[in-house]
């Protein structure tokens, strides 16, 4: 994928443009140097702008919305991130930003601790090396597993689950500070709530998935700094009316963020309904949980050692059947919530971009548009909510 001439400066005319505030209509969007220098009216833009205003492009009435930013994506476009290669990080990064996605976790599966060495390698190697690239910016790794639960291994590899392990996080964060931002776990495991304090106290994320526990489990865990419930509903204990499970302690905990894969296979279009009613505006998050088949059609293919069968667009494992993450994208994702669920554009913008952002530490940068933040923007048709345009850094996408 390439910038356009490597511009970095421009503007969009004519848009009905979301941002922190509101929709404004009719609207206009300039950026300098990849920041956005201002929103609102063609009338009152200032006077050192104008140059902009003269070649900005004219949106027709389409949406201007910020980037999505996808925290649990484990690949694309025959990519995956445990291969720890460049190669394949190039065609993860470039094809779901095509698909609206400026920002992203390198998520894991469950896999021996050399694996995870490697991914972490890689990923600190390829930040360095592709700063400021074209595609999805990697925000960090987020490590789903190996520390989760033998019973809802989900098409996690079960001969690599192992119980918690601090050292192995200590090692990891000493060696590449700042790059873990997420570890999806077991919190009923031995030694999960010793890990899930020690995560809280430094910073990262610390999610349920995968996980048998049980709603005093969660609560427990809760109150030790879990914060996070990765594909809510998926992998995880169920909701019983005498024993409300890991499902009845995220729908009602306001301390735990939900994530939610809106493809309409993996949660039931009511139980989407239902965490966007029961989670408040700032804790429902879009992902996409996709495979290295996003974006390649139906066939075989692989997850973390495992055999995956698609059909139809839907991932499942060749030996049981599980669903084995997914061939979404986020602007798949944003679509079904606008269209199926009957979210508001503007809303459903949050749960894909504004929430991750905020989760991630990254509000004040990107996530939402407003002067002064990354001109990280999505051009979507008015009518069809088609992805018309991206840019990453206000350089255009091509």
């Known amino acids: 994928m390439k910038s356009a001439a490597g511009k970095t400066s421009g503007g969009v005319r004519h848009a009905a ?23 609102g009216s063609e009338a009152d833009v200032p006077a050192e702008l104008k140059p902009l205003l003269d070649a900005s492009a004219d949106a027709g009435g389409d949406w201007l919305l910020p980037g ?5 994506v484990h690949g694309g476009y025959g990519g995956d991130f445990m291969e720890a290669t460049a190669e394949a990080y190039d065609a993860i990064t470039s094809f779901h930003a095509r698909n609206g996605t ?3 976790l390198a998520t894991t599966v469950t896999a021996s601790r050399e694996a995870i060495d490697r991914v972490l390698e890689a ?6 090396s592709r700063a400021g690239g074209t595609g999805a910016e990697l925000y960090g790794v987020h490590l789903e597993g190996p520390f989760i639960s033998p019973k809802w291994p989900g098409a996690q590899n079960p001969n690599f689950i192992v119980d918690a392990n601090k050292e192995w996080l200590e090692a990891w964060t000493a060696r590449y500070p700042g790059l873990i931002r997420m570890v999806t776990l077991a919190p009923e495991r031995p030694g999960a709530l010793d890990v899930v304090s020690w995560l809280a106290s430094h910073g990262i994320i610390a999610a349920c998935g ?11 865990a809760a109150a030790h700094g879990l914060s996070h419930a990765v594909h809510t509903f998926n992998a995880m204990r169920g909701l019983h009316h005498r024993e409300p499970g890991t499902v009845g302690a995220v729908l009602t905990d306001p301390r735990l963020h939900a994530e939610v894969i809106a493809d309409g296979l993996h949660v039931h279009p009511a139980g989407i309904k239902l965490l966007t ?6 804790n429902l998050i879009l992902i996409t949980d996709a495979i ?4 390649l059609g139906d066939g075989d293919y692989s997850l973390g050692g495992l055999d995956v069968v698609v059909k139809d667009g839907a991932a499942r494992l060749k030996e049981g059947g599980a669903l084995a993450g997914s061939t979404l994208t986020m602007i798949g994702a944003f679509r079904y919530m606008v269209l199926e669920i009957g979210l508001s554009v503007p809303k459903a913008s949050e749960l894909g971009s504004g929430n991750p952002a905020r989760r991630l530490g990254l509000y004040g940068e990107t996530g939402s548009i407003a002067a002064g933040k990354r001109a990280d923007l999505l051009q979507v048709g008015a009518s069809n909510l088609e992805l018309r345009q991206v840019w990453k850094r206000g350089a255009k996408l091509e």
């Open 68 to 72: 999505f930013i996808d925290i649990h």
């Open 292 to 295: 290295s088949a996003a974006g």
């Open 17 to 39: 443009v979301v941002t922190e505030t509101g929709t404004l209509n009719d609207a206009v969007l300039l950026w300098r140097d990849g920041t956005i220098a201002y929103v």
């Open 277 to 282: 009613q029961v989670k408040t505006q700032r």
């Open 102 to 104: 400026t920002g992203m």
């Open 210 to 220: 995968h996980t048998d526990a049980t709603y005093a489990d969660i609560q427990a």
């Open 123 to 128: 990923v600190e190697s390829y930040r360095s």
